[in-house]
């Protein structure tokens, strides 16, 4: 069977059989990839560890009819850890994962394996507050998948901003004439937090008031959840928190 080398995280697993398990993949290379990885539930196993979820690593495989088979494993980035260790990072890591996977269901982009990878590094560091980092993950990686939200202009009309409504439904910031009655109204703050995190600008974000994070981190989680056309389970977790 013709093999390939990749690097990728590992989004999900599944167990199969007795000692197997089944790997859902995002690669650098080769897009979103389902393997099976053999034996790796027995304590014996070379690799098992290094194919946890949130773990990066270095892969070979071989091409198989349904699921491609593990036959190597490296570790580039153990980051699983680090992340259980934290229930917010845990939870914040599902999330990415989760949307992931969704926004990767046609055809993946080395950009966005490498924004996953930052994001989980991050995380796993504790560089900053785990719900900005993954606010910060979805804005971006949406804007990779063509679905940036308006947030200077009017996202119907193109009217200049900044304006005082957001619909997720219509892509973003909104301006007077275009909002529907009843539209959600947004601070100034909000928005450039919104701004702030999609630029990546961490000064501006890791300063901002508690109840500026939360009005933005509700429009990040309605604005990704209407364009996946299904919740992110583990966003609901995240908000029970605050």
Request: charged fraction near 20%; include cysteine; aromatic fraction near 6%.
């Amino acid at each position: 069977m013709p093999t390939y080398r990749d690097e990728v995280v590992i989004l999900r697993t599944h167990k199969l059989g007795e000692a197997d398990r089944i790997l859902t993949l995002l690669s650098r290379r080769h897009g979103k990839v389902r393997a099976v990885a053999k034996g790796v539930r027995r304590t014996s196993s070379r690799f098992g560890s290094r194919l946890e979820p949130f773990m990066v690593a270095d892969v070979q495989l071989s091409k198989g009819r349904s699921l491609d088979v593990v036959q190597q494993a490296e570790s580039l980035g153990s980051y699983g850890a680090d992340i259980a260790a934290h229930y917010e990072r845990y939870t914040a890591a599902h999330a990415m994962v989760e949307a992931a996977d969704r926004l990767n269901e046609a055809e993946a982009t080395p950009q966005q394996y490498l924004l996953l990878v930052g994001g989980l590094r991050s995380l796993a560091r504790g560089d900053h507050d785990s719900r900005a980092i993954l606010d910060s993950y979805l804005l971006r990686a949406m804007a990779l998948s063509g679905w940036a939200p308006a947030l200077d202009g009017c996202a119907r009309c193109g009217a200049p901003g900044p304006h005082t409504g957001f619909v997720a439904q219509l892509g973003g910031s909104i301006c007077d004439d275009c909002a529907p009655a009843g539209s959600a109204r947004i601070r100034s703050e909000a928005l450039q937090q919104l701004r702030s995190l999609m630029a990546g600008e961490w000064d501006v974000v890791d300063a901002a008031a508690p109840a500026t994070n939360a009005a933005a981190s509700g429009l990040v989680a309605a604005y990704a959840q209407w364009h996946l056309e299904r919740g992110i389970r583990s966003l609901s977790h995240l908000e029970a928190m605050r």
